[in-house]
Each structure stands twice: as C-alpha cells, then as structure tokens.
C-alpha cells in the first residue's frame, strides 16, 4: 500500500501543509483541529497517488526507476487500485469538509491538478507539464491555512515557495533520467529543449524560489530566525543551481536534486522553529 500511495511523496506534501497551518494559527490564537485536517490530506492525496499510478502503469512499467511499483510488478491490478484510490479520495473530501467549504475546494484542487490536469492531461503532452503540476504540492497548503485563518498574502507565498520550486527539483531529476523519459515517450524538458536550456530554467527557479521565500517576513507571518533560515538555505540552492549550469553533468545535477530537497525540508523546519520561539 506505501508504494501504491507514494508515501514519502504524500508525506513532503502533508508536512509542508501542516507547517502552513502552524504559522496560520498564530493569527488565529488556536491551532484548529489539526488531526481531522492531517487525515483528510493524507487520504486525499494518497488517493491522488493511486490514480497517478492507474494512469501513468504504461509509463511505469518502462521506466527503470518505477518497475516496481505495485501495477507493473503484478502486486495489484489496475481496477483495484482505482477503486482504492476512489475510496481514498472520497474518504479525504468527506472529512475535509466539516473544516470548511474553502479546505475541501482547495484539497479537491489539489487532486484536480494532479489526476487530470498533470497526468491526463499535461505529462504526455508538454515539457511544462512539472510547472502546472507544482500547484499540486502549493493548494494543501492553503486548505491547511485556510483550517485555520483567513488566506492572505503569506499564505499564497508559501504555497508560491512549492510551486517555484517544483520545477528546478524534479527537472534536476529529469537530467539524470533523461534516456528514461525519453524510452517512455515522457516530453520532460531536458528530453525536448536539451540540457543546456534546462539547467538555465533550474538556476531561475532557483533564485524565483529564494525570492518568493522571503516574502512571509515581509508580511510579518515569519521572523529573523526564518529570514536567517531562507537566505541561507536559498542561498545555498542558487549556488548549487549555479554549479549544475557551469558542469551540467549527470552527478551535479543528481546532487542538485538531493539538495533541493534538503533545501525544502530545513526551509520549513526554520517556519516551525521561528513560530514557535516567537
């Protein structure tokens, strides 16, 4: 079931909407309740998951990198996981709406994006598809904030810091996967625009991202301790985006790839640690 629902992927999406939630509450004076909002992003976007893997089972079984996911290697079959990934979705929607109508379409969003507009739709068809579908990791995080708050500006610049940055993570990947992608007839931009132009997208994502980030100290949602956290971090993205334009190189961008994600994850640990000693 962890395969079929992409856990450490639902896992990043639900961490970085919670985090949303824990800086919305210092408007609000409460955290909302936060375990029904956990759930309802969970179960949705493992749904979302399921269907991706439903849709996408062709891909997936050319691809080295997912052979093994539970529909090519024989574990489930295509209407099981689409029945499952109904339920799911289901289940995350129902729950979802007792905690407002502006969470549930904002999760609904989410799933929206991701099935039907990024893999139906998008994947096969444009090297841009990663763009568009970063909305898929930036509307839980409104839902979450909205759980809690009202949606203002720095609300939408956290859900901004996933979608400007989903691009130059998974377009580093895309590089060292290239022949993959191309076998799979998936149009990723290295496979159409070449490397060059690709690594210039990821160091203007880079720095797109590092600055968006900064704009919840404008706001005052975040203080020094997450400025400090930012201009470091993002900082440290740019430059190692900067490395991967100068040698673009499988293993550059390999670390690149690694790095982003690190980049992601202290990024939001500097939103807790700044909130919670404010």
Known sequence: MAALIKLPVIGVVTFTAMVAAFVAQQQAGHAGPLARLFAAGMLTAAGAAAFNQYFDRDVDAAMGRTQKRPIPAGKLTPLTALVIGALLIASGLALSWRLGRIVTLHIGIAA????????????????????????????PLLAAWA?????????????????????????????????????????????????????????????????????????????????????????????????????????????????????????FLGMIVDVAIR
């Open 112 to 139: 929206l994006v991701y099935v039907l507009v990024y893999t139906v739709w998008l994947k096969r068809r444009t090297p841009w598809n990663i763009v568009v579908g970063g909305w898929t990791g930036s509307a």
């Open 147 to 267: 759980a809690v708050a009202p949606i203002g500006l720095g609300a939408w610049a956290l859900a901004g810091i996933i979608f400007l940055w989903t691009p130059p993570h998974f377009w580093s990947l895309a590089i060292c996967k290239e022949n993959e992608y191309r076998r799979a007839g998936i149009p990723m931009l290295p496979v159409v625009a070449g490397r060059a132009r690709t690594v210039r997208a990821i160091l203007v994502g880079a720095l797109l991202t590092l600055g968006v980030s900064l704009v919840p100290v404008v706001t005052r949602d975040l203080g020094l301790i997450y400025l400090a956290v930012a201009l470091l971090m993002g900082g440290a993205f740019v430059y190692s985006s900067w490395r991967l334009l100068r040698q673009p190189e499988i293993p550059v961008a390999w670390r690149n790839y690694k790095f982003s994600s690190y980049y992601l994850l202290v990024l």
